[in-house]
């Protein structure tokens, strides 16, 4: 049976983003809201990625029939590049208005807003009071049928389960910024999720133009995570205790494994605060002289000068020119 009522609960950037994307893939969309004033910060969003997603879609056109078109175009809004063209591009952009128009709602009400749901994608500030405070909330006023998936990129859906009601039916689903070019899905169940839910929320993925990428167990960081932060600790380490400069970092990696950024480029676009908030976390932070300490002042220096990367215009690279 396809899932086609999706209720996203919390309305920031990756809430936004979810709920476009489905309404972008036809479902029906809506956001559950908590309030008047969120109501007044997630409309300009909805409105600002939409326009975002509209025209990545439109300057993809510009690549039919580039070689480079297979690696750039933006995979979430195009589901296969072999054999487009610019009026199946434009079809598609007339379609995505359309949905965008018709197949979003916003509910400040929770009873109306979750009645009938077949998927409810909780993406709410990364605070397990807020996400328990709304599962409890939640749990008398889901229909029997409904899957509660969390994007929650740090807590395992272990640590919630007993307090949904329906550990069975409850799971991550972890997308990533910019999900329509960076169509990730990481799918991660806890040891109480049933097997056939898991499979449901792969198939749904795949249906709102994720790549599904199946975990068998439950791993903090996820798959991406998991690599990624030890590796970007690794290039900061390098460069605190002063052994290369970030040019020199980054040019290794990628001469070495032809890997189009380097550590520090990818630091720029994840934003240096949340390098910061993630370093601060290691038990030795604040243990003078260690080399988490040390790049922890190096990246608080950054941070207070306002170089907090590429959406600063400025990170390890200045991004103005
Ligand atoms: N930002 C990212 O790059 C990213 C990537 C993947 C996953 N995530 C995950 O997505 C979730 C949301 O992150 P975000 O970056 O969109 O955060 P955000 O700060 O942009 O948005 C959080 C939203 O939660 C709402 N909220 C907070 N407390 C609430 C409550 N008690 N009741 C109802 N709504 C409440 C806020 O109003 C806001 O709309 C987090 O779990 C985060 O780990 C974020």
């Known amino acids: 049976m396809e899932l086609k009522k999706v209720v996203v609960a919390g309305g920031g950037v990756l809430g936004t983003q979810i709920g476009l994307m489905c309404a972008y893939c036809g479902k029906d969309v809506t956001f559950w809201l908590r309030s008047e004033g969120s109501i007044a910060r997630t409309q300009p969003k909805i409105e600002r990625y939409s326009a975002l997603m509209l025209q990545d879609l439109l300057t993809a056109k510009a690549m039919v029939g580039n070689p480079m078109g297979k690696f750039l175009y933006p995979k979430g809004l195009i589901r296969s590049w072999d054999g487009i063209t610019a009026e199946a591009i434009d079809a598609l952009a007339e379609q995505a208005k359309k949905n965008f128009a018709e197949k979003i709602h916003i509910e400040l009400d929770m009873a109306k807003a979750l009645k009938g749901a077949d998927v409810v994608i909780e993406s709410m500030s990364e605070d397990p009071k807020a996400k328990i405070g709304v599962y409890t909330a939640m749990k008398d006023l889901l229909d029997e049928k409904t899957i509660l998936l969390t ?87 390098l460069l605190a205790t002063g052994v290369a400069d970030h040019e020199t970092i980054d040019k290794t990696w990628q001469l070495a494994t032809g890997a189009p950024a380097g550590p520090f480029k990818i630091l720029d676009i994840v934003g240096l605060e949340t390098a910061y908030n993630i370093n601060q976390m290691k038990p030795d932070a604040q243990v003078e002289g260690s080399v988490t300490n040390r790049i922890g002042k190096l990246l608080k220096e950054k941070i207070d000068k306002g170089e907090t990367g590429v959406n600063a215009g400025v990170g390890f690279y200045d991004y103005r020119k």
Not at 159 to 168: D, I, L, Q, S, V
Not at 177 to 190: D, F, L, R, S, Y
Not at 192 to 200: M, Q, V
Not at 201 to 210: L, P, S
């Open 151 to 237: 994007n929650s990129s740090t807590m395992l859906p272990s640590t919630f389960a007993a307090y949904t009601g329906r550990p069975e039916k409850y799971l991550a689903l972890h997308f990533a910024n910019t999900i329509w070019k960076n169509n990730t899905a990481e799918v991660m169940g806890h040891s109480g999720t049933d097997p056939e839910i898991y499979n449901e929320t792969v198939k749904f993925a795949d249906e709102i133009n994720m790549i599904p990428l199946q975990l068998h167990k439950e791993q903090p960081g996820y798959i991406l995570n998991s690599m990624l932060v030890p590796f970007l600790s690794a290039a900061q380490a």
